[in-house]
């Protein structure tokens, strides 16, 4: 069974720094995980993806350059390092777990979900 446990939320000023870490448990044959996030009244919106074997990364083009997604297989776990907090970055983030190898954008191909941490970022 894979389940997913998101960490590391909270409250920060604009400019400032978080990282949210998600443990994939059961992940024998998942290959992809993502972070998502979804604002109040929004649809949820592809953030990060990464490859566990191989390491290849995809960003939505409005984190790039400030948020990090990385993993550690030894610990089973995906970090994502967001620096440079701008209000809009503001929402519940959601980590996500796929069994193909490519890192879609689309939520809907997901198979796991964890459930949600908050970030808020304040002007």
């Known amino acids: 069974q894979v389940q997913l446990v998101e960490s590391g939320g909270g409250s920060v000023q604009a400019g400032g720094s978080l990282r949210l870490s998600c443990i994939v448990s059961g992940r024998t044959f998942i290959y992809v995980t993502a972070w998502f996030r979804q604002a109040p009244g929004k649809e949820r919106e592809f953030v990060a993806a990464i490859n566990w074997s191989g390491g290849g990364t995809s960003y939505t083009d409005s984190v790039k350059g400030r948020f990090t997604i990385s993993r550690d297989s030894a610990k089973n776990t995906v970090y994502l390092q967001m620096n440079s907090l701008k209000p809009e970055d503001t929402a519940v983030y959601y980590c996500?777990?796929?069994?193909?190898?490519?890192?879609?954008?689309?939520?809907?191909?997901?198979?796991?979900w964890g459930q949600g941490t908050q970030v808020t970022v304040s002007s």
């Open positions: 996500a777990a796929d069994r193909t190898s490519y890192r879609s954008t689309n939520y809907r191909n997901y198979d796991y």
